[in-house]
DNA sequence: ATCATATTGTGTTTATTTGCACTAAAAGGG
DNA sequence: CCCTTTTAGTGCAAATAAACACAATATGAT
């Protein structure tokens, strides 16, 4: 458990997503061949994964929902809320405030940051835009640990420095290149073009 | 090159993101050590996956930057560029309405479609909002391929059924679930909460 | 012209990931 | 109570992916 593989991390999230959505249908049990066909991931791939963490399910029954849930809440350390920070107030920026599907998933955005004078000190949905001046000062005071960062490519190095020098440890980036950080550092890539991309090799022109 | 792997796949639009990038900033060529320290991908790998379609570099030099890019273009077919559709024309949908950087990275998006009454035939950046209940007509007699999916979760299923019936062969969903669609259609998934939950798992409470 | 340096493309090895198939256990029916 | 069915957890084999290391080749300096 002390040296699970990142793939079968990256897996759990949408587990939880699945069975979370299990729950709100009014299911209790389920087994790793139903989750499987839900989520497109071999039955032996789900229990393969989850046996690295602890045994979570009978023989012959399968899985009590809510157990599982609660488990991979716990292995996830999503049972409690993080406070993440949103850096870069553009379109983008303005959408993800604004989106409500954060908090009870396990992440809420505490404060906001830009560095262009006409946005600092307004208003969205009760939250201040700050100066980005004062990022690293207030990351380390609130021990801010995760961040999203919504700046235009341009500037996301230069951003990400700031947030690591203030202590944050994860990056949700939506800038469109990849970056620099320490080896503690980790980044998550969210690039819709990517996926676009991705898919258009498949395509036949 | 007829069944090159999709880990290898999904690695070209971030090389080629990254080979855009020294473009603007004014390099003309590079090696597979210095793209790999960009994308935090080993020089090894780079080379590997390159050749898998062909012979792009020269000993002693490494790679024309222009060149490789016109190469990678070509392999993911996104040298011209692709029709897309946009379904679910909330916050979400509004704010990629109004981003403009898809078209030069190959993407361009034709119509957008809502269920609402209330949008259906408003304008939004010289965008109508057309009825979703056009979709598979419209999409049929386009010959749409690809479609980027911003409906809330519990309609998104029934969306991507349209979408399928609609000819669709490539899906960016945003709805947070994974969909069911037949083997011969693709999609990625664009789940924010997702990304800060792998990232989570590696925090120390 | 020769040598030192840089760097690709690739065969081979190593590591990682997935799938298979079986044992063990639980539940329900007759 | 026993038999059938279901299904988790897991050791092992197969498949896949990544890393290594080296031959081949290009450049530039002396």
Redesign the interface.
């Known amino acids: 458990m002390t040296d699970v593989p990142?793939i079968v991390?990256?897996r759990?999230?949408?587990y939880?997503?699945?069975l979370q959505?299990m729950v709100i249908n009014g299911k209790s049990t389920t087994s790793s061949q139903e989750l499987g066909e839900?989520?497109?991931i071999s039955a032996a791939q789900i229990r393969k994964d989850l046996s690295q963490f602890g045994e979570f399910g009978k023989q012959g029954t399968g899985y009590n929902i809510p157990f599982l849930i609660d488990s991979l809440l716990q292995?996830?350390?999503?049972e409690?809320v993080?406070d993440?920070v949103l850096v870069g107030m553009g379109?983008?920026g303005?959408?993800?405030l604004?989106?409500q599907?954060?908090v009870n998933?396990?992440?809420n955005i505490v404060a906001c940051y830009d560095s262009d004078p006409l946005k600092i000190g307004t208003k969205i949905n009760n939250y201040s835009i700050l100066d980005v001046k004062d990022l690293v000062k207030d990351a380390k005071k609130a021990e801010i640990?995760?961040a999203?960062l919504c700046v235009p490519?341009s500037s996301a190095q230069k951003v990400t420095d700031l947030l690591v020098e203030g202590g944050v440890?994860?990056i949700?980036n939506y800038a469109?290149?990849?970056l620099?950080v320490p080896t503690y550092v980790?980044v998550?890539?969210?690039?819709?073009?990517?996926?676009?991309?991705?898919?258009?090799?498949?395509?036949n022109?």
Do not use: C, N, T
């Open positions: 990142d991390v990256s759990l999230p949408v939880l997503r699945a959505y839900k989520v497109g292995i996830l350390k999503v409690k993080w993440v379109e983008l303005h959408a993800i604004r989106y599907g954060f998933r396990g992440f640990k995760m999203m490519a440890l994860a949700l469109p290149l990849s620099a980790r998550q890539y969210i690039d819709p073009v990517i996926g676009l991309q991705r898919m258009a090799y498949y395509l022109k």
